[in-house]
T-cell receptor, first 112, second 111 residues
Framework: SQQGEEDPQALSIQEGENATMNCSYKTSINNLQWYRQNSGRGLVHLILIRSNEREKHSGRLRVTLDTSKKSSSLLITASRAADTASYFC????????????FGPGTRLSVLP | NAGVTQTPKFRVLKTGQSMTLLCAQDMNHEYMYWYRQDPGMGLRLIHYSVGEGTTAKGEVPDGYNVSRLKKQNFLLGLESAAPSQTSVYFCAITTGGREQYFGPGTRLTVT
């Protein structure tokens, strides 16, 4: 079963609006990461938040993490058409090797 | 994608045929991964490697084999392809900071 589950599955907004995506997970983690995937391309790393952090910013991105609720949110402010993509959260539960688990993603459409 | 390349980009196989996918990195990272991505789903881990000469099974290893003879290369093999293996395959490396960098993907169709 998937560790991370994004919500909503799909989101459509107008350019300039903010987009919020949520991720829930089930077990304890070392960090949680968000990735973007443009159609037909590989995933691109956006931001990593560690289990002892509550909020992190990178440009127009803001990520929050609530370990008590086992949830995270990704906020994209002032969205642009170029932000149209699928966004995935991934949980990292291991200090080495594997245990990255990806959710099914949120498809974001930003309309001009 | 931070120096992660995949070969080939596209491939069509008939059921029962075999093939090898190559992932190469031009950095010096220890950890390499093979994922598959199916429509409407996130990535699922097939196999991974924590260093040269080591491999381990992920979530969906059946029907695949891997080898890491050189640190820079991670090979994914399908010995007898099945239609259920139609997917997009991604290779990734993990940095010391635990961020993953992905290759561009290989789109495989098994008929």
């Amino acid at each position: 079963s998937q560790q991370g589950e994004e919500d909503p599955q799909a989101l459509s907004i107008q350019e300039g609006e903010n987009a919020t995506m949520n991720c829930s997970y089930k077990t304890s983690i070392n960090n949680l990461q968000w990735y973007r995937q443009n159609s037909g391309r590989g995933l691109v790393h956006l931001i990593l938040i560690r289990s002892n952090e509550r909020e992190k910013h990178s440009g127009r991105l803001r990520v929050t993490l609530d370990t008590s609720k086992k949830s995270s949110s990704l906020l994209i402010t002032a969205s642009r058409a170029a932000d149209t993509a699928s966004y995935f959260c991934a949980t990292d539960s291991s200090w080495y090797g594997q245990n990255f688990v990806f959710g099914p993603g949120t498809r974001l459409s930003v309309l001009p | 994608n931070a120096g992660v390349t995949q070969t080939p980009k596209f491939r069509v196989l008939k059921t029962g045929q075999s093939m090898t996918l190559l992932c190469a990195q031009d950095m010096n990272h220890e950890y390499m991964y093979w994922y598959r991505q199916d429509p409407g789903m996130g990535l699922r881990l097939i196999h991974y490697s924590v260093g040269e000469g080591t491999t381990a099974k992920g979530e969906v290893p059946d029907g695949y084999n891997v080898s890491r003879l050189k640190k820079q290369n991670f090979l994914l093999g399908l010995e007898s392809a099945a239609p259920s293996q139609t997917s997009v395959y991604f290779c990734a490396i993990t940095t010391g900071g635990r961020e993953q960098y992905f290759g561009p993907g290989t789109r495989l169709t098994v008929t």
